[in-house]
């Protein structure tokens, strides 16, 4: 009861202190498989001034909102989630690089407003369940109030003038340089812009990045000039899922910019814990709903956390190191494979058409396993 009141206490003055400090060789034990496993981090992170740290953070775990529900409330009550659909959609789909469609007549497949579908289907059925749910982003517009434009200077010093007087190098320079700029604005920057609302605006208990992944097109015809756009955007025959969580800095970024500061943050401030259980929770429910095999990393880009597991990784994405909440991105299917393509046509026909969706659809398939992901995860009585 006690606890309960403090508990309570806390939430009204909305200021949460850390949690118990994770001990130096627990911090060590974690940088080793988790957060750098790949990298030299006793060169350039002390795990002794680390344990010292008492970060401060805006979020409540699993048990903290259990607490607070009462028997008669709805399972998700007392959660906040945030729910990002990954990338924009839109005018911005091509520059973005997330859009094609295999023949002429079928429909765009936009990463950016699929994630946005699954986000609202998620949401309502979030909402049904208790839960406050807020989207990053509402329609398929950039988050970053800064347009291309306003990061040609910044493009400019960063790329170098044409070699040669020749018009076809002023044609290539103008080129790589509206690339850059386009790529500050609706990459980067949207990217930080939708971390700093989650800090700073939102301060959910966690949030949840929606994706849906896509292969390298197959290359084997390309070298034949002949080689038409249909062969060249041959549906290629993977399709698996996966879940990423922040981790796995390389040697090279353990030294960039302020990313050592974000990592003693995220070591410090108890996210870590939490996007296990939610990342692992999240995983389960969208292996189980799709029944796909799990995604592998060839590279060291990339850790898998566990053997009992296999659909959960560590990886050092933007936002996953720069959101202080729990946070889990979610990359299931191969949209660009022979598995997920027709079901996407299908899933974008019969809302074009406002027909009922099929019992299989995509996006649902997709919707309601987030949602069972989040109910195992937060919610316990
Ligand atoms: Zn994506």
């Given at each position: ?8 206490y ?28 790949y ?14 740290r ?6 409540h ?11 008669s ?26 859009q ?76 790589a ?65 996966h879940a990423?969580?922040?981790g ?30 939610l ?99 937060y919610?316990?009585?």
């Amino acid at each position: 009861m006690l606890l309960r009141f403090f508990v309570g206490y806390l939430f009204c003055v909305g200021l949460v202190a850390s949690l118990s400090a994770a001990e130096a060789p627990e911090l060590a034990s974690v940088l080793t498989t988790r957060y750098a496993p790949y990298a030299n981090w006793q060169s350039v992170v002390d795990v002794d001034a680390l344990a010292q740290r008492s970060e401060s953070r805006y979020w409540h775990t699993a048990e903290e909102i259990a607490l607070q529900r009462g028997d008669s409330d709805l399972p998700l009550a007392g959660l906040h989630i945030a729910l990002d659909p990954g990338h924009i959609g839109g005018q911005w789909a091509a520059a973005e690089g997330r859009q094609f469609r295999i023949a002429e007549n079928d429909f765009y497949v936009r990463e950016g407003e699929l994630a946005l579908v699954v986000a609202q289907l998620a949401r309502a059925k979030l909402v049904a369940l208790g839960a406050n749910v807020t989207l990053v982003r509402e329609a398929a517009v950039r988050v970053n109030p800064k347009s291309p434009v306003d990061y040609l200077e910044l493009a400019a010093e960063q790329i170098s003038l044409p070699k040669e007087p020749s018009l076809s190098a002023l044609w290539a320079y103008g080129g790589a340089l509206r690339a850059r700029a386009v790529h500050l604005s609706i990459v980067k920057g949207d990217l930080m812009e939708r971390a700093r609302l989650v800090n700073r605006e939102i301060q959910p208990d966690a949030l949840i990045s929606l994706h849906i992944n896509a292969a390298a097109w197959p290359t084997e015809n390309e070298s034949a000039s002949e080689a038409s756009e249909s062969a060249k955007f041959r549906l290629v025959g993977t399709n698996n899922v996966h879940a990423l969580i922040f981790g796995c800095l390389s040697d090279g970024e353990l030294q960039t910019g302020n990313q050592l500061e974000q990592l003693a943050v995220k070591l410090t401030n108890g996210s870590g814990p939490t996007e296990r259980l939610l990342g692992g929770a999240l995983a389960t429910a969208l292996a189980e709903a799709t029944e796909l095999p799990a995604a592998r990393y060839r590279r060291n880009n990339a850790i898998l956390l566990s053997s009992q597991q296999p659909y959960l990784f560590a990886r050092n994405l933007l936002l996953l190191r720069m959101a202080e909440c729990p946070t889990v991105l979610l990359e299931p299917y191969i949209s660009n494979s022979v598995g997920a393509y027709g079901r996407l046509q299908s899933a974008l026909a019969n809302r074009a058409a406002d027909r009922a969706l099929a019992e299989d659809d995509i996006l649902l398939q997709y919707a309601d396993a987030v949602v069972a992901g989040v109910r195992a995860c937060y919610g316990q009585e």
